[in-house]
């Protein structure tokens, strides 16, 4: 058994036909350099070893890869060299093991699609966030995805950015296996040991199968432009993410991972991407702010609306739809009525699309109270 650190944030420790390379993935922007080069020496160094036979990829820490955010005057240059790491992992000769635990967002997940095998511990979390924050994925995320799950559940992630679970992940085919230990390397090498004993197989994520039925594809593709159309209109990150996967139906492999590189190019640039990393940032600091940490959140037992205009029969019909009791108050009986007719509108719409039975409205309608006192909103 041999070891060695080759940076700051990566080491390298052989125990037989295994080379297991850990990730610390380092808290500021400015060490992600260093991991990449750290990482694609150690990859370099275990592919011209005879005696290894599987690279073991794991990460140090309560997080395989937290979503590091690099700084915008080095992001663009660090995004081309992780898209190359990551074409260089997948084309390793020999069988590249990640095993994922913690968050997994961002460069990791990028690394862990890259890699012929991926297994997840059972607390993992998984995630695309960029667009949150005004970004398309990058790295080759994206398009490996896509071939990875098919359009639909790929764009389905990125246009969310939502976290998914160990078992979810297994499910959508992110994952090979869900380790059945909490001992990270004890499960690592135990699944290094297997793919051994299985012949050592690698299985490139440009070569799966998730856009064989091109027209599925397409429809999914055409289905995120009519979505995103109406729910995300003027915003750049979205129709960019769009684009990158028609890229991947329409281009060769290599060819969609530069027009990927692009599509993230032009985000950083964009003023909304600023806009969005300040609300995220004013998000962070409102949660640390004392009171809000012991702030609780009050019973809620029934809602007062005060107007019953269309944004206040669409309020009213919300808050009905969760079960709660609604008071409206109007200034007059003629606007109670006018109001009351808004919602009931609604529900009308239900029953004529075979939504909703009549007998249903009214049990919805008898939690509606109409009134022209304000002391109704306390009773």
């Known amino acids: ?11 390298h420790l052989q125990q037989g036909p295994v080379s297991c390379i850990t990730l610390a993935w380092p808290k500021m922007p400015a060490g992600l350099a260093g991991l990449y080069g750290g990482l694609q020496e150690a990859v370099h160094a275990a592919q011209a070893d005879e005696q290894v036979k599987v690279i073991l990829v794991t990460g140090k820490g ?18 081309l060299a992780l898209s190359q790491l990551c074409d260089r992992i997948e084309a390793c000769a020999k069988p590249v093991v990640v095993v994922m635990h913690g968050d997994v967002a961002g460069d990791g997940l990028a690394l862990a ?5 991926r297994v997840v511990m059972p607390a993992a979390r998984l995630s695309v966030p960029g667009v949150k924050t005004g970004l398309t994925p990058n790295g080759g995320t994206s398009i490996r995805l896509v071939h990875l799950v098919g359009a639909k559940v790929a764009l389905e992630l990125m246009l969310s950015g939502r976290t998914i679970d160990a078992e979810e992940a297994m499910s959508l085919g992110l994952a090979d296996r869900v380790a059945d230990a909490d001992d990270t390397l004890a499960a690592s090498l135990a699944c290094a040991q297997e793919i051994i ?4 197989q690698v299985h490139r994520s440009r070569d799966a199968s998730g856009l064989a039925d091109r027209d599925a594809a397409q429809t999914a593709i055409d289905a995120a432009k009519v979505s995103v159309g109406k729910t995300s209109r003027g915003l750049l990150a979205p129709f960019k993410i769009i684009e990158v996967v028609q890229t991947a139906l329409n281009l060769s492999f290599d060819e969609a991972v530069q027009k990927e590189h692009d599509a993230y190019a032009a985000c950083l640039t964009s003023p909304q991407r600023a806009g969005l990393l300040h609300a995220a940032s004013a998000e962070r600091q409102v949660a640390q702010v004392p009171e809000a940490q ?12 005060v107007g019953g205009g269309t944004m206040g029969a669409g309020i009213a019909v919300s808050a009905l739809d ?32 075979g939504r909703l039975t009549p007998e249903g409205k009214r049990a919805v309608m008898d939690r509606y109270t109409g009134s022209i006192d304000y002391a109704a909103l306390g009773q």
């Open 62 to 79: 309560p997080n395989f890869a937290p979503n590091t955010r690099p700084q915008d005057g080095d992001a663009a240059s660090l995004a």
């Open 294 to 305: 012991s702030a609780r959140a009050r019973p809620l037992e029934s809602v007062g609306i």
């Open 197 to 200: 004993a299985a012949g050592g």
């Open 113 to 117: 699609l890259a890699a012929h095998h």
């Open 322 to 353: 969760a079960g709660f009791p609604v008071v409206m108050v109007e200034r007059d009986q003629a606007s109670i009525e006018r109001g009351r007719a808004n919602v009931e509108k609604v529900y009308d719409g239900l029953i004529a699309k």
């Open 1 to 11: 058994m041999s070891q060695s650190t080759l940076d700051d944030h990566v080491q």
